[in-house]
């Protein structure tokens, strides 16, 4: 996959959370620890990514309507942990976390 435009390429990896927690919404989200990060960026997101100094690896954080473009599942086990790709707006990124979540969660 290549993205096209001022379209970034992320991935999600979401892993279940040793200590479930029970809603009363079928929310199953709230169950798990959910990172991003950045695979690819499009040729016209370049030259802002690089004023931004943002970059591939780099763990955006993303606003709270991002709209998904585009979703592919690349991996799943059971139900334990998910990988997905999603291609999503440059303007989308509203900060980079410094550390991957994923890895501090799993310690």
């Known amino acids: 996959m290549r993205v096209t435009g001022n379209r970034v390429l992320i991935e999600?990896?979401?892993?279940?959370?040793?200590?479930?927690?029970k809603t009363l919404k079928d929310d199953d989200?709230?169950?798990f620890n959910i990172s991003f990060e950045i695979k690819?960026?499009?040729?016209?997101?370049?030259?802002?990514?690089?004023?931004?100094?943002?970059?591939?690896?780099?763990?955006?954080?993303l606003g709270q309507y991002t709209?998904?473009?585009?979703?592919?599942?690349i991996h799943t086990d059971g139900n334990k942990c998910y990988v997905m790709h999603h291609i999503i707006n440059y303007d989308d990124i509203i900060g980079i976390d410094?550390?991957?979540?994923?890895?501090?969660?799993?310690?």
Request: charged residues 25%.
């Open 67 to 73: 709209n998904m473009l585009a979703t592919s599942v």
């Open 29 to 31: 989200e709230a169950n």
């Open 40 to 61: 690819q960026i499009g040729a016209n997101a370049l030259e802002q990514a690089k004023l931004d100094k943002v970059g591939e690896g780099d763990f955006p954080i």
């Open 98 to 107: 410094e550390k991957n979540p994923v890895l501090k969660w799993q310690k």
């Open 12 to 21: 999600q990896v979401s892993v279940r959370k040793k200590v479930v927690i």
